[in-house]
């Protein structure tokens, strides 16, 4: 049973916009909740993280939000670039393990 | 170069061929794990290690095994493959735990096929 879900498989921004990109999640435990960008053909790349304990982190253009009282989290990416085009996992940790949602494919349209 | 290497990088295979996938990491990270992404599924973590001779089980552990007697190497091991182990699987590895940034530094994949 997936306790991490990113319900949207894709998005398509203009460039310059705002991407913004959700994650729900079913387990109250999780302490941390991190973002990773994929290209094809390569590992994922860590972004940015977010205690459970804090509401919002900003590294740059990316900032994450956590809502605990709804579960959700998200990515917003502000301006989008096209060479944020890439899946964008959202996982969580409990304690020494880690979940991850099935992704979302960001595409920015030039 | 800070890395995670994994190889093979891609194998083919039949069923019951015992094969082990190798994972090293440059980085002296003390936690490391594996991971196999599967589509619609996205990635689920299978074992890590939380330092050497230390190892526990992930969400999806069964078919698996793995070692780490060594800091840098956690491998792998499918004793005997079934064609529901064809996924890509990933290596990844972080500092400590300990860490609040919890960040994970991924390996390139490596892409099982088992026939």
């Known amino acids: 049973d997936q306790q991490v879900k990113q319900n949207s498989p894709s998005l398509s921004v203009q460039e310059g916009r705002i991407s913004i990109l959700n994650c729900d999640y079913t387990n109250s435990m999780f302490d941390y909740f991190l973002w990773y960008k994929k290209y094809p053909a390569e590992g994922p790349t860590f972004l940015i993280s977010?205690?459970?304990?804090?509401d919002k982190n900003e590294d740059g253009r990316f900032t994450v939000f956590l809502n605990k009282s709804a579960k959700h989290l998200s990515l917003h990416i502000v301006p989008s670039q096209p060479g944020d085009s890439a899946v964008y996992f959202c996982?969580?940790?409990?304690?020494?393990?880690?979940?991850f949602g099935t992704g979302t494919s960001l595409t920015v349209i030039p | 170069e800070a890395q995670v290497t994994q190889n093979p990088r891609y194998l083919i295979t039949v069923t019951g061929k015992k094969l082990t996938v190798t994972c090293s990491q440059n980085m002296n990270h003390e936690y490391m794990s594996w991971y196999r992404q599967d589509p619609g599924l996205g990635l689920r973590q299978i074992y890590y290690s939380m330092n050497v001779e230390v190892t526990d089980k992930g969400d999806v552990p069964e078919g698996y095994k793995v070692s780490r007697k060594e800091k840098r190497n956690f491998p792998l091991i499918l004793e005997s493959p079934s064609p529901n182990q064809t996924s890509l699987y990933f290596c990844a590895s972080s500092l400590s735990r300990a860490f609040s940034y919890n960040e994970q530094f991924f390996g390139p994949g490596t892409r099982l096929t088992v026939l």
């Open positions: 996982a969580a940790s409990e304690g020494n393990q880690f979940y």
């Open positions: 977010i205690s459970s304990i804090k």
